[in-house]
């Protein structure tokens, strides 16, 4: 069943009636579910793959992992800061997709099934121009 409104607005404002379902079944929300995924699932598995390998070298890789790489800096600790180094990275490309192609295509999604308020500008009564922040009314 489609809600009666979005969410309040920056503004505090409320949008009129949003077709939920219609969102869901347009083509372009089907994009973004299936792009986000394509980039989200395999992002997982490669982090997971990636630390779980960690795991298994520092449990049975003593002598590998006890390497010293320069100084007192051994493999173990290399990998283990390259794990803090693969969130960032992740979350980057995450923001930067999202950014790029996520948001557009959700901006997309929702554009034909938003109704606008019939009652902006207006008191919830519908009668008197709204206050602005300032105590006076937007004519």
Known sequence: MA?????EGEAGGRPGPVDWEGIERSPEFQELV?????FVLPATIFF????????????YAESFMSERVYQGL????????TQFVMVVVL????????????????????????APDPG???????????PTAGGEAVR
């Open 48 to 59: 997971f793959t990636w630390y779980m390998g960690f795991i298994v070298l520092a449990a």
């Open 3 to 7: 809600e009666t409104h979005a969410p």
């Open 34 to 38: 299936r792009k986000r995924r394509a």
């Open 74 to 81: 051994t493999v173990g600790y290399v990998l283990a800061l």
């Open 120 to 130: 902006e500008g207006r008191d919830r009564a519908g009668g008197a121009p709204a």
């Open 91 to 114: 979350g980057l490309l995450y923001l930067s997709r999202s950014t790029n192609i996520y948001d557009p295509l959700a901006a997309r999604a929702i554009e034909g099934h938003v």
